[in-house]
Every structure is written in C-alpha cells, then in structure tokens.
Nanobody, 114 residues
Framework: QVQLVESGGGSVQPGGSLRLSCAAS????????MSWHRQAPGKEREWVAV???????KYPDSVRGRFTISRDNSKNTVYLQMNSLEPEDTAVYYC????????WGQGTQVTVSS
C-alpha cells in the first residue's frame, strides 16, 4: 500500500526557512524519482523540485536558489529545504513519486506572512 506522508509545514515570516519531509512506503524508494509540488488557493498545482534516482536535482525559476531537495534512501524520505521564503510561497506542499502514479498524500501547509 503506497503512502506518502508530508510533514514540517508551518507559519513563518518572509525571509524565514522551513524544512519539509516526506516519508514514503509501499514502493522501492531508491528506484523512484521524487518531486515536490505545491498548490495555492485558487491556483493549479505546480512542480517546485525534483530529484532523480542518482541524486540530480532540478527546480523552476521561481524557487531556484532558495529551495533544495534531497533524499535519504536509508530512511525512505525526501526533504525540501526552503529558505528566503516569500508570501508567494504560501501553499499546501505535496511530494510525489513516479512509482506511485496518481497518488497524492495529504500535504503540509506552508504559510508565509508578516
């Protein structure tokens, strides 16, 4: 049974940092491309980071230089370190796996506000 459990969200002021975690189970994590996505109210879900099986990473322009995705295959966990947060980063954040097509966890809320 596939599970993706996100955690680590919260409320921070602009310029602050948060580290999100996503614990995965139900598939071979080390064989999975993992990604983070977010959805703000009234907007479509968008991709914010991806990490390949080999550890290569990619980001859209909106977060490059501020967000860092990483993985720990020994813990079946993917992380998203978010620095220099902006109000525009406010959203529910989800992780995703290409080994669990169509499955989304419950997400974790990130709110950036002064």
């Amino acid at each position: 049974q596939v599970q993706l459990v996100e955690s680590g969200g919260g409320s921070v002021q602009p310029g602050g940092s948060l580290r999100l975690s996503c614990a995965a189970s139900g598939f071979i994590f080390s064989d999975a491309v993992m990604s983070w996505h977010r959805q703000a109210p009234g907007k479509e879900r968008e991709w914010v980071a991806v990490i390949t099986v080999g550890g290569a990473t990619k980001y859209p322009d909106s977060v490059r230089g501020r967000f860092t995705i990483s993985r720990d295959n020994s813990k079946n966990t993917v992380y998203l370190q978010m620095n220099s947060l902006e109000p525009e980063d406010t959203a529910v954040y989800y992780c995703y796996s290409n080994r669990a097509i169509g499955y989304w966890g419950q997400g974790t809320q990130v709110t950036v506000s002064s």
